[in-house]
């Protein structure tokens, strides 16, 4: 069975500081692993995703992720974070693929990233 | 253009009612999905319909029913609602195994 562990529920940076985010995963194979971020009151938008060929992956609003295999880690990185950075991060893995489509998404419990100024 | 719209976004009622969410993709997705939020922001993936057709039906009780009328909507509907159905209720897309956009949620609350 796919699972994701973010071992850290809540994290606090100063604005301008770096920031990492872990997230463990557990799958048989190649793994499609995502990073996506909650607003608070919304909906869940994509910051980046890996699928296969550069573990390094670049994503939206300056955020980038490491895919790890001897690891198993997918850690979520930015070099310096702004005030508007501060929501819940979800982790997530999805390598099944469905019959007739689709792929089924395991996500992590969260990280709550908050920011001061 | 909203690329995944659920309505309502708020949903308050009494224990007991039956009640539905509705859900539209206009990204030509054919792949949709239910997901369940709980208090703790834990994400669980309920249904899946590709073209249609029922993929994924994880262990929910069976007061819960999706529907898809077509590729580009995807409706759930309750029946004798519980308090342990408040939650956020979110839709999804995706074409085929890429990536899934969300909607922007339903939140029920259930007193």
């Known amino acids: 069975a796919q699972s994701v562990t973010q071992p850290d529920i809540h994290i606090t940076v100063s604005e301008g500081a770096s920031l990492e985010l872990r997230c463990n995963y557990s799958y048989g194979a190649t793994p499609y692993l995502f990073w996506y971020v909650q607003s608070p009151g919304q909906g869940l938008q994509l910051l980046l995703k890996y699928f296969s060929g550069d573990t390094l992956v670049q994503g939206i609003k300056g955020f980038e992720a490491e895919f790890k295999r001897s690891q198993s880690s997918f850690n979520l990185r930015k070099p310096s974070v702004h005030w508007s950075d501060a929501a819940e991060y979800f982790c997530?893995?999805?390598?099944?693929?469905?019959?007739?489509?689709?792929?089924?998404?395991?996500f992590g419990t969260g990280t709550q990233l908050k920011v001061e100024l | 253009d909203t690329a995944v719209s659920q309505t309502p976004k708020y949903l308050v009622t009494q224990m007991g009612n039956d009640k539905s969410i509705k859900c539209e993709q206009n990204?030509?997705?054919?792949?949709m999905y239910w997901y369940k939020q709980d208090s703790k922001k834990f994400l669980k993936i309920m249904f899946s319909?590709?073209?249609?057709?029922?993929?994924i039906n994880e262990t929910v009780p069976n007061r819960f029913s999706p529907k898809s009328p077509d590729k580009a909507h995807l409706n759930l509907h309750i029946n004798s609602l519980e308090l342990g159905d408040s939650a956020v209720y979110f839709c999804?897309?995706?074409?085929?195994?890429?990536?899934?956009?969300f909607g922007p949620g339903t939140r029920l609350l259930v007193l």
């Open positions: 319909y590709n073209n249609k057709e029922l993929i």
């Open positions: 990204l030509g997705h054919d792949t």
């Open positions: 999804a897309s995706s074409q085929s195994t890429n990536f899934q956009y």
């Open positions: 997530a893995v999805g390598g099944i693929i469905l019959t007739g489509g689709g792929n089924k998404l395991t």
